[in-house]
C-alpha cells in the first residue's frame, strides 16, 4: 500500500558484506536511519549527540512507534534533533507538516515554536513582521498545520505530544493535503505566511506540494522535503534489484530533485540526514 511504503526508508537493507572484512551496513534498531556506510558512526551519533539530549516524551514517543508495524516510516532521532535545532536557527513561528504517521517530526517542530508565535527570531534573515495566524479553532491559536490521511497513526503519538504541553499548538487535519493546500491558497491572506513547512508524505506528489507552497511559504521562509535519496536508489542503474515501492517513487524523487535545483525561485541544499532532507529557501 501506497502510505505504509512511502518512506519506509529503512527498509531495503543496506548490500550484505561480501566477505567479513567488510563493514556490515543493516540498520536494525527502529528509527536507525542513515545513508551513512557505517552502522558504528550512525551509532556514535545517535549515543553520543541524539539520545543523551532527546526529549523525554520524544523518546516515550519513538519507543511506541518501535512497536508499530509500519515503524519504519518513522523520523529517525537524529533527524528529528536537527528539525528542531533548524526551527529554532530560523524562528519559525508558523508551520506546516504533509505526512505526520505517529508524530515524530511534528513534536520536533512543537517544541521547537514559542508557545504563542511572538518569540523573536535571534538569527532571522528577514524583517519579521507579525504574521496573521488562520488555524484558529475554539481551543485557542494554532501554529502547526498538520496533515495526514490516517488519524489513527497521530493519536498512537498524541498523548506524548500532550504530555510535553505543546498539543495545544497543533492543528491537525485528516485527509489529503493537496485540497487543504488549495482551500488555504482561496484566502489570499495565507499567502507568504508559513516560515516552515516539512513535506514528508507521497512522494508522487511532492511536486504538486511545491507549486502551492512556494505560495504559501514567506519569503525567507523554507521547504523541507523528506527522503530525497530514497534510500540511495536515486544513483542506481534504472535495471538494479530494489524493492517495488522503491522502484515505484524512484522517478518521482529523481524528478524533483531536478526540478528544486533548477527552480530559481528557491535556494537549495541537499542534506544526507535521515534518507535525504532538501531544504529549499524561498528567494523570489
Ligand atoms: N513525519 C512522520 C514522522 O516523523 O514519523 C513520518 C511520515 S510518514 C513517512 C508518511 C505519512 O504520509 C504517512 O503517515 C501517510 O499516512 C501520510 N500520507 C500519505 N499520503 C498522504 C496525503 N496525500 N496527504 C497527507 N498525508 C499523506
Ligand atoms: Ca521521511
Known amino acids: 500500500m501506497a502510505t505504509t511504503a512511502a518512506d519506509a526508508t529503512a527498509a531495503a537493507p543496506k548490500d550484505q558484506p561480501a566477505n567479513g572484512s567488510e563493514q556490515v551496513t543493516r540498520h ?7 545513508l551513512l556506510q557505517s552502522d558504528a558512526l550512525y551509532q556514535y ?3 553520543t549527540s541524539v539520545y543523551p539530549r532527546e526529549h523525554e516524551c520524544m523518546k516515550e514517543l519513538r519507543e511506541i512507534t518501535a512497536n508499530h508495524p509500519w515503524n519504519l516510516m518513522t523520523t529517525s532521532a537524529d533527524e528529528g534533533q536537527f528539525l528542531n535545532m533548524l526551527l529554532k536557527l530560523i524562528g519559525a513561528k508558523k508551520t506546516m507538516e504533509i505526512g505526520v504517521y505517529t508524530g515524530y517530526s511534528l513534536l520536533a517542530t512543537a517544541l521547537a515554536i514559542p508557545d504563542d508565535g511572538t518569540v523573536s527570531s535571534l538569527t532571522s534573515p528577514l524583517p519579521d513582521p507579525p504574521l496573521p495566524i488562520h488555524q484558529e479553532t475554539e481551543t485557542g491559536m494554532k501554529q502547526i498545520l498538520a ?4 488519524r489513527e497513526n497521530y493519536e498512537l503519538g498524541l498523548p506524548c505530544i500532550e504530555k510535553a504541553g505543546v498539543a495545544h499548538k497543533i492543528d491537525f ?3 489529503p493535503a493537496l485540497p487543504v493546500l488549495d482551500a488555504l491558497l482561496e484566502d489570499e491572506a495565507n499567502h507568504g505566511t508559513f516560515d516552515f513547512v516539512f513535506v514528508d508524505a507521497d512522494k508522487d506528489n511532492y511536486l504538486n506540494y511545491h507549486e502551492r507552497l512556494m505560495k504559501l511559504v514567506k519569503l525567507g521562509g523554507l521547504l523541507g522535503y523528506d527522503n530525497t535519496l530514497w534510500n540511495g536508489s536515486v544513483v542506481l542503474p534504472a535495471d538494479a534489484p530494489m524493492r517495488k515501492y522503491i522502484r515505484y517513487y524512484r522517478d518521482f524523487v529523481l524528478d524533483l530533485n531536478k526540478a528544486l ?3 530559481q525561485r528557491v535556494e537549495i541544499c541537499q542534506l544526507p540526514v535521515g534518507d535525504g532532507i532538501t531544504l529549499c529557501r524561498r528567494a523570489k
Open 173 to 175: 487535519r485528516e485527509g
Open 45 to 47: 551519533i545517535l549515543e
Open 147 to 150: 496533515m495526514d490521511i490516517n
Open 261 to 263: 535545483a533548477a527552480d
Open 28 to 34: 536494525s534498531e527502529v528509527g536507525h536511519k542513515s
